[in-house]
């Protein structure tokens, strides 16, 4: 158990709809990352927050968007759904922004769009 | 930019045997971290093992250790005394110390392990 917590674990949702998944970092880490993981992508970064303010976009489409609140939870909002968007998405977290900080990932969420 | 590159989509092993999953790496930052993540059919992500870019050592984490060879870009895991549990898929990842590339993992595509008796 990383200590990174994700819900939910599985969401089915039609074309158009509008899901908010939702994340909590370990205790005590203050950078919260967005990744989604599809067959035809692979793993892919989508966002950085670090103590409530965005620090980093990668390849987020502007139908998503995310925010980290005060206690430091966050959560990712995805409008408009697609079939393609169908993926595993992953909260991870890590004391700071640093390039020999580990990320500790969540469970992940598992969105199925039909 | 940053590339990370697994060429061997899948491999088997015997138990008890060790292997190495091979990764190489494409940074122009002057420090980075390489990291190793293990993905079981359950789906979860499972941190291994880091390297730092200016360790002297590599880096060992039980039946786990990183050989990095620099000069060559290479950060190949080495898993001794395989088990079925091993079972999965390998993830070789990479961090920078730019603002660009600080902020997320760079992640290879993976390998698939497969252990057998």
């Known amino acids: 158990d990383s200590g990174v917590t994700q819900t939910p674990k599985h969401l089915i949702t039609a074309t158009g709809q509008r899901v908010t998944l939702r994340c909590s970092p370990r205790?005590?880490?203050?950078?919260v990352y967005w990744y989604q993981q599809s067959l035809d992508q692979g793993l892919q970064f989508l966002i950085q927050?670090?103590?409530?303010?965005?620090?980093a976009k990668g390849n987020i489409l502007e139908r998503f968007s995310a925010q980290q609140f005060p206690d430091l939870h966050s959560e990712l909002n995805l409008s408009s759904l697609e079939l393609g968007d169908s993926a595993l998405y992953f909260c991870?977290?890590?004391?700071?922004?640093?390039?020999?900080?580990?990320?500790?990932f969540g469970p992940g969420t598992r969105l199925l769009v039909l | 930019a940053q590339k990370i590159t697994q060429t061997q989509p899948g491999m088997f092993v015997q138990e008890k045997e060790a292997v190495t999953l091979d990764c190489t790496y494409d940074t122009s930052d002057p420090s980075y971290g390489l990291f190793w993540y293990k993905q079981p059919s359950s789906g979860e992500m499972i941190f291994l093992i880091y390297?730092?870019?200016?360790?002297?050592q590599n880096a060992t984490e039980g039946r786990y250790s990183l050989n990095f060879q620099k000069a060559r870009k290479s950060a190949n895991l080495v898993i001794s005394a395989s088990q079925l549990g091993d079972s999965a898929m390998y993830f070789c990842a990479m961090r920078g110390i730019n603002t660009g590339t600080a902020s997320k993992l760079t992640f290879g595509t993976g390998t698939r392990l497969q252990v057998t008796l």
């Open positions: 991870a977290s890590s004391l700071s922004p640093t390039a020999e900080e580990t990320q500790y």
């Open positions: 390297q730092g870019s200016y360790d002297q």
């Open positions: 927050y670090y103590n409530g303010e965005e620090r």
């Open positions: 205790s005590g880490d203050l950078s």
